[in-house]
């Protein structure tokens, strides 16, 4: 459902290690807003909830609630670090239009 790459992975690890609470993951979910109609959200999360798909790469697990996993099945999470911005970037084949921060979609 969702790819990360190795980037995303170390840093995702890295923020589980950093944690001052108990966290088994990170919770992808889509939310209406945004400068395209739809935000992505992300954050740290203690246990998955039920019925969401639970996804793991390379021992990061990654929680997406059943409102969001047809809108984001086939998207990669990267992790960049360049000039211009640093954060993680959502390549998602479901979006029609993306705005220039990256972080929201239509």
């Known amino acids: 459902m969702i790819t990360l790459t190795e980037n995303a992975v170390a840093v995702m ?3 589980l290690s950093r944690s001052a609470e ?7 979910m889509i939310q209406a807003g945004g400068c395209s109609g739809f935000k992505y959200l992300m ?3 203690s246990s998955p909830r039920e019925d969401d798909a639970v996804i793991e790469a ?4 990654v929680f997406v609630d059943v ?3 047809l809108q984001v099945a086939g998207m990669t999470v990267d992790f960049v670090t360049e000039v211009e911005s640093t954060g993680f970037v959502f390549d998602n ?3 029609q239009e993306t705005c220039a921060c990256g972080k929201s979609f239509g």
């Not at 108990?22 to 992808?28: A, K």
């Not at 390379?58 to 697990?61: E, H, S, T």
């Open 13 to 15: 690890k890295a923020a």
């Open 58 to 61: 390379d021992g990061v697990k």
């Open 22 to 28: 108990p966290v088994e993951g990170f919770r992808i």
């Open 67 to 69: 409102a969001s996993q």
């Open 93 to 95: 084949p479901n979006a």
């Open 43 to 45: 954050g740290l999360e």
